[in-house]
């Protein structure tokens, strides 16, 4: 691993759409000159011998505390669950206390990103509850501000609480004004940690 400060972009995916906003979030990461660690999630089971491969088969590596630990700043998505993050990022999250007390992530920029079925299906309370162990935390958080013109004029995902996604019944796949204000988040989550680096 680098030394190099980096932005994490951690996120759980089910069907790809959410993913596929953490790889354009990367990209405008990489805009800002920071480097970007894409780090996912394992799934999670009700059955206490379910278990997953220390590694995945396929995709992005799982997050560690040490992702979180070392961070500049961070981004944040999931798709949305009854008008919540999912289980198995949850989880992840719930699991970070021992950084809490220590205070690793105070001042580091975040920023919240999702993905939906359909337009009104809980997308901002959503990224509005993703924020709250973020601010737990000590963490900045950053949003889209309608300086991004394509707030103005998406029909379908985007919102200035976070970048997000509207698959539609039939599975829609992202569309460009999402991933370019995915890409967007990014570049300015990781402007904000250099900034914010500088300051100390």
């Avoid at 759980?12 to 993913?19: D, K, Q």
């Avoid at 959503?126 to 162990?133: E, G, I, N």
């Avoid at 609480?161 to 992202?174: C, L, N, P, T």
Wanted: charged share 20%; net charge negative.
């Amino acid at each position: 691993m680098s030394d190099e400060p980096f932005v994490l972009i951690l996120y759980y995916s089910r069907n790809g759409a959410t993913r596929r906003l953490a790889e354009a979030v990367a990209r405008g990461v990489a805009l800002s000159g920071l480097e970007a660690r894409v780090r996912t999630v394992p799934a999670v089971s009700s059955h206490c011998e379910a278990t997953e491969p220390a590694i995945p088969d396929e995709g992005h590596l799982y997050a560690e505390d040490a992702d979180l630990r070392g961070c500049s700043g961070l981004v944040m998505g999931s798709p949305t669950r009854f008008g919540n993050m999912a289980a198995p990022l949850k989880y992840f999250i719930d699991g970070s206390a021992g950084l809490w007390m220590t205070g690793a992530m105070i001042g580091k920029p975040a920023a919240v990103f999702t993905s939906s079925a359909s337009l009104h299906g809980g997308q901002e309370t959503t990224l509005l509850t993703m924020m709250l162990p973020l601010l737990h935390h000590g963490m900045v958080i950053a949003g889209l501000p309608y300086s991004e013109a394509a707030l103005n004029s998406t029909t379908t995902g985007g919102t200035p609480y976070g970048a997000s996604h509207v698959s539609g019944q039939q599975g829609r796949d992202v569309d460009e004004t999402e991933l370019a204000l995915a890409k967007a988040l990014g570049e300015r989550v990781g402007r904000l940690a250099k900034k914010l680096d500088q300051a100390e």
